[in-house]
T-cell receptor, first 114, second 114 residues
Framework: EPEVTQTPSHQVTQMGQEVILRCVPI?????FYWYRQILGQKVEFLVS????????KSEIFDDQFSVERPDGSNFTLKIRSTKLEDSAMYFC????????????FGSGTRLTVV | AQSVAQPEDQVNVAEGNPLTVKCTYS??????LFWYVQYPNRGLQFLLK??????LVKGSYGFEAEFNKSQTSFHLKKPSALVSDSALYFC????????????FGSGTKLNVKP
């Protein structure tokens, strides 16, 4: 069964550093998403991406964050100047169309900012 | 605004006993409701959904959920729990204005003891 792959599984970074979280969506999927889950809290929507541009972003997704599809396979989330409160599990998801019934989530990247 | 609530942080049940994981929702209009499961070190996996039709929805791994409009609930159930069902369960509702976005509950940890 096709999977969404996220790397690394765990990343530790110092406050103020930049991190890039990587995702390889399912190959025929066209819509891409990032969600995050702060430990013990809800899974929250960050951003959706289609046709090489952001289609929607939440209030969490401020100028500190950016997304990119640098080639035909990767979908990245960049966090500039990380803060302690950015520590969370970040989930990538993809879908073939806008129907969320077709979402597939990755296994997540646990980001720890120290 | 759409939201879901999972009132229990943790549910403990003995193997072979029935299990219920509770979810209530708050939406304007007709809800599109989902259950996802997260096993350790794995991504969010789709279990089942309610869009319309029968109030009792059957999903993966023998799980089912009952949509109750009068009680605004969508509880997840299974007649006979397995130890392998131990995981984190999330209820979610789709944004009625944006098919791309989910609102997740805070999650319920299910512990099934042998």
């Amino acid at each position: 069964e096709p999977e969404v792959t996220q790397t690394p599984s765990h990343q530790v970074t110092q406050m103020g550093q930049e991190v890039i979280l990587r995702c390889v969506p399912i190959s025929n999927h066209l819509y891409f998403y990032w969600y995050r889950q702060i430990l013990g809290q809800k899974v929250e929507f960050l951003v959706s991406f289609y046709n090489n541009e952001i289609s929607e972003k939440s209030e969490i997704f401020d100028d500190q964050f950016s997304v990119e599809r640098p080639d035909g396979s990767n979908f990245t989330l960049k966090i500039r100047s990380t803060k302690l409160e950015d520590s969370a599990m970040y989930f990538c998801a993809s879908s073939v169309n806008r129907d969320p019934l077709g979402y597939t989530f990755g296994s997540g990247t646990r980001l720890t900012v120290v | 605004a759409q939201s879901v609530a999972q009132p229990e942080d943790q549910v403990n049940v003995a193997e072979g006993n029935p299990l219920t994981v509770k979810c209530t929702y708050s939406v304007s209009g007709n809800p599109y409701l989902f259950w996802y499961v997260q096993y350790p070190n794995r991504g969010l996996q789709f279990l089942l959904k309610y869009i319309t039709g029968d109030n009792l929805v059957k999903g993966s791994y023998g799980f089912e959920a009952e949509f109750n409009k009068s009680q605004t609930s969508f509880h997840l159930k299974k007649p006979s729990a397995l130890v392998s069902d131990s995981a984190l369960y999330f209820c979610a509702v789709r944004d009625i204005n944006n098919f791309n976005k989910f609102y997740f509950g805070s999650g319920t940890k299910l512990n099934v003891k042998p």
